[in-house]
């Protein structure tokens, strides 16, 4: 089944960008960045950050707005049945020339996944002056690690975002 991507949530204030492969399921019906429950993601962004926790779409995208954090997809459009990154064929990479050309202050790029890393990779360069690195999926299909172990490696985002926020 042909999927599309979510509309990038970014804006000129934009530091930190962080990116999955290709929105699930549930996320392209509802329109929603990690819609799925069974996905870890909001539940260690507002633990990294010691903000209460929302169910609300808004009260989260505030979140990243609040800490220059934007969300976007590697893949412009695959064919995939389901959910799982494996089953990702004839994909087609979003372009990101373009996005730091239209967002400049994007210096970190976070992948979501070793898959996430592994499209950006296979289908374009690194931008000069932007670090990347890869983080542990969030996903529940992801039990390789413990809740735990994951929150510990995507602090790094809170740290950057935080040291960000101190300096303005």
């Not at 929603?32 to 996905?39: D, F, I, M, V």
């Not at 494996?86 to 990479?93: D, G, H, K, Q």
Request: net charge positive; with cysteine; hydrophobic share 40%.
């Amino acid at each position: 089944m042909y999927k599309k991507a979510l509309q990038p949530l970014i804006d000129n204030s934009t530091v930190i960008l962080i990116m999955g492969t290709m929105a699930g399921e549930q996320s392209i019906a509802k329109q929603q960045y990690y819609a799925n429950k069974g996905n870890l993601f909001w539940k260690i962004m507002f633990a990294i950050f010691e903000e209460e926790f929302s169910d609300l779409y808004e009260d989260r995208k505030a979140l990243l707005t609040k800490y220059k954090i934007g969300l976007w997809n590697v893949l412009q459009s695959c064919k995939r049945e389901g959910s799982s990154d494996a089953a990702i064929t004839e994909e087609t990479i979003n372009d990101f020339e373009s996005l730091h050309k239209q967002y400049p202050n994007i210096k970190h790029v976070f992948f979501e996944s070793k898959a996430a890393t592994k499209y950006f990779q296979k289908h374009t360069i690194a931008q000069k002056g932007i670090t990347y690195v890869t983080l542990p999926s969030t996903s529940g299909l992801n039990a390789g690690l413990t809740r735990a172990e994951k929150m510990a490696e995507w602090r790094a985002v809170s740290q950057i975002a935080l040291s960000k926020k101190e300096k303005k």
